[in-house]
């Protein structure tokens, strides 16, 4: 799977947006961009997946450049609740037996302040 | 909805014993998925069951195994249990052809 670099920490005011950038510069074409967030101590939570086109549901946005190396998630309106490490993960689609494992790498611990 | 269920929530064992961690998956989902999160580190992928056969392996120290039975539900048997041993054990399921794992809430383990 490709490697994907996140800054460390971001911080956002609540009802602003929060944009989180991911770069992945090595992604192959046959690979997914997706998103998961880990909200203290629980089990972590799918957000969005793309492959080039940028896709929204009611989570969040995802930008993906044209040349595919990098991408943003973006959470419309942040809530303390959106407080979490949020992680870029790059893979083939889950098409097949062997593809579905997710490779978590660091991720960017995301502060929501009043 | 139904979530991914994981039993039990808490588990303190000494060193050298045995644990049994469950996972029983979302309805009509047929791979399951065992992550391990040890304090301050990201999850890292163990092993993965599709339709009750070993899928995809990971770093899963030998004195670990698992199973995923006709029910569908998951089992992690882990042996001569280590300090390091403590940690998080998340379970995740998955419907073949869709997006996305859902995760449990959980095992917190603790080898004392």
């Known amino acids: 799977d490709a490697k994907t670099t996140q800054p460390t920490s971001m911080d956002c005011a609540e009802g602003r947006a929060a944009n989180l950038p991911c770069n992945h510069s090595t992604i192959s074409g046959n690979e997914y961009v997706y998103w998961y967030r880990q909200i203290h101590s629980q089990g972590p939570q799918y957000i969005i997946h793309?492959?080039?086109n940028n896709e929204t549901n009611e989570m969040a946005s995802l930008i993906i450049t044209e040349d595919r190396k990098s991408s943003t998630l973006i959470l419309p309106h942040a809530t303390l609740r959106d407080t979490a490490v949020y992680y870029c993960?790059?893979?083939?689609?889950?098409?097949?037996?062997?593809?579905?494992?997710?490779?978590f790498g660091q991720g960017t611990i995301l502060t929501v302040h009043p | 909805a139904a979530g991914v269920i994981q039993s039990p929530r808490h588990l303190i064992k000494e060193k050298r014993e045995t644990a049994t961690l469950k996972c029983y998956p979302i309805?009509?989902?047929?791979?399951v998925y065992w992550y391990q999160q040890g304090p301050g580190q990201d999850p890292q992928f163990l092993i993965s069951?599709?339709?009750?056969?070993?899928?995809d392996k990971g770093s899963i120290p030998d004195r670990f195994s698992a199973q995923q039975f006709s029910d569908y539900h998951s089992e992690l048997n882990m042996s001569s249990l280590e300090l390091g041993d403590s940690a998080l054990y998340f379970c995740?399921?998955?419907?073949?052809?869709?997006?996305?794992?859902?995760f449990g809430p959980g095992t917190r383990l603790t080898v004392t």
């Open positions: 793309g492959l080039k």
């Open positions: 069951f599709y339709e009750k056969m070993q899928s």
């Open positions: 309805p009509r989902h047929d791979t």
């Open positions: 993960i790059v893979r083939p689609f889950a098409g097949g037996t062997s593809y579905g494992k997710l490779t």
């Open positions: 995740a399921s998955r419907r073949q052809g869709s997006y996305e794992q859902y």
